[in-house]
Nanobody
């Protein structure tokens, strides 16, 4: 069973930084997956924050571009989200997602980690 384990969430003041981590239990799945971070605030739809494909190219949602950085460490089966200059509007549950077509098309989600940014 493929599991994604997230960590790094917490409470931070506006302007502060956090670094989220997501470890994928299967090296084969991780190596063949595009990885993404999503977030969902209460009463709002889940939205894409950033994604990084297998080759390493990253893409960001507009409001996060320049503040957030997604990266991956293939040796550790881990994807990271470095979040700088956090704002109260960034408060949400952040989810990690793996998207693969091997051995079949599938998506795997983490349990989510809470990020709270105070004013």
């Amino acid at each position: 069973q493929v599991q994604l384990v997230e960590s790094g969430g917490g409470l931070v003041q506006a302007g502060g930084s956090l670094k989220l981590s997501c470890v994928v239990s299967s090296r084969s799945i991780f190596s063949n997956s595009d990885m993404g971070w999503y977030r969902q605030a209460p009463g709002k739809q889940r939205e894409l924050v950033a994604k990084i494909i297998r080759g390493g190219t990253a893409n960001y949602a507009g409001s996060m571009r320049g503040r957030f950085t997604i990266s991956r460490d293939n040796a550790k089966n881990t994807v990271y989200l470095q979040m700088n200059n956090l704002e109260p509007e960034d408060t949400a549950v952040y989810y990690c997602k793996a998207e693969t077509q091997w051995p079949w098309r599938a998506e795997y989600w983490g349990q989510g980690t809470q990020v709270t940014v105070s004013s």
